[in-house]
C-alpha cells in the first residue's frame, strides 16, 4: 500500500507540475504599453505615429516596440481578391518598429538590431507565393534612416526597392493579420502559434505577427 500511495503520489506530482508549467508557457509574450519614441527619429517620421508605443516582450526580453500610425491616410484603401486590409493603402507606412537586438522576419530573414518604417504590401500574385499565407497582406520593412518620405505612398516596384535596404534577398516582411479585438493594444496566441499584436492604425484596428514563422 505504500508503494502504491507513493506512485500516485509522484503521478499526481508531475501532473501538478505540467498543469502549472501551462500558464508560463502562454505567458511567455506580453505587452507593455507607453514607450516614447526612439530619440534621433525625424519629424516628418513621428508627425505620422503616435507618441507613445507598445514594447512586446519574450520573458523578461524586450523582442520588439512598435508605434502605431495615428494620422489618417490621405490615399485610397487597397482592395481586391485575397485582400482583408480594406482600410491600407498599399505602400502607405502604417508604423515604425525598433528591434533592440535584432530579429527574424515571417520568412526567418535576419533583421539586424534597429528601427525600421512598416509598410503596407501585398504579395504578388504568381505560382511563387501560393500558399505562402491565408491572405496577401503583409508589412515590409524599411531602415528608417533610409525611408525618403514617410509621408508618401510608394508603388510596388518602389516599395521593394526600399526593402531591399534591410539587406535580405527577399523582401523583409511582417504579415499582418485580422484583427481578434477592437480594444488595443491586444496580444493573442493564433492556432498557428503565431503570436499576434493588434493595433489601431489609422482608426482601423490590424493584427501584427510579433512572433512566429511561414510554413513554406
Known sequence: MMVGRTIRARVFAVCAAFLLALPLAAADFSIAPGVALPDGVADNVKSLLRAEGVTVKSGAKVAVEIWAREKPFEAPPTNGFGIRMETLPEGGMIALVRFPEGASDFREQAIPPGIYTLRFGLHPEDGNHMGVASSRDFALL????????????????????????VGNPHPTIVRLEMAESSETPHLWEQDSEHWVLDLDIAGEPVGFVVHGHSEE
Open 142 to 165: 524599411t531602415p528608417v534612416d533610409k525611408d525618403p518620405d514617410p509621408a508618401k505612398v510608394f508603388p510596388f516596384k518602389e516599395l521593394i526597392e526600399l526593402t531591399k535596404q
